[in-house]
Every structure is written in C-alpha cells, then in structure tokens.
C-alpha cells in the first residue's frame, strides 16, 4: 500500500503545497534526532512549550530530509526543501495518523 505526500495533502488543511513533487512517505518523524530521519521522511516541526521543531530543519536538511510540515517555513530554507505550511502541525499529524489508520480494514483494540 503506497502512503504519498499527495494523497495526505486534502487531510491536513495544507494553507500551501505548492509545487510539491511525487513523494511517496517511508516514516514520519517529529524528533529530529531520530535516526530514520532521510530522504523518505515527512518531519513534522511541531511547537511544544520547552522546543520548536521549526528550529531543527536546516541540521534535518542535512541529514538529507527535504519534506516538512510545518506553520512557517525559516529564513533561509524556502528554496533548501519543501514546505507544507498548515495552521496547527500537531493537528495535522493527528490528521495524517487518522489517514493512515483507516488505509487498513482491522479492528481497533
């Protein structure tokens, strides 16, 4: 079962996808200092009261990472990767686990 950037994009009330190339997701991550962080992570910078993930994107960036969602997009980073900007990040993970989970037709325990 193939899980692409384009079939999440109507879920998670994207403000702004433009130009998004065929991406088809290996993990999801939201701690940066994951060691699946790679080309086939979808990283989402989620804000929480001690951290901001925004603030870990450009050492993600090298680490090969290059899509992200995120509520605003870095300085300096616009043209390093792409960006799905949304109004809530958490929300929009919720959203994307809420996806991702109705893709199988098991029972919930």
Not at 22 to 51: P, V, W
Not at 84 to 91: G, M
């Given at each position: ?47 929480g009261h001690n951290h901001d993930g925004h603030q ?54």
């Amino acid at each position: 079962m193939t899980f692409t950037l384009q079939n999440i994009i109507p879920f998670i009330d994207a403000k702004s996808a433009n130009n998004l190339p065929d991406f088809t997701i290996e993990n999801i991550s939201i701690d940066s200092r994951s060691l699946q962080n790679n080309q086939g992570t979808l990283f989402f910078a989620l804000k929480g009261h001690n951290h901001d993930g925004h603030q870990f994107i450009e050492g993600l960036i090298e680490k090969g990472v290059r899509f992200f969602v995120v509520e605003t997009i870095p300085e300096n980073l616009n043209n390093k990767a792409n960006f799905i900007i949304v109004d809530n990040t958490l929300k929009s993970l919720q959203k994307t686990a809420v996806y991702y989970r109705n893709l199988f037709d098991f029972p919930i325990i």
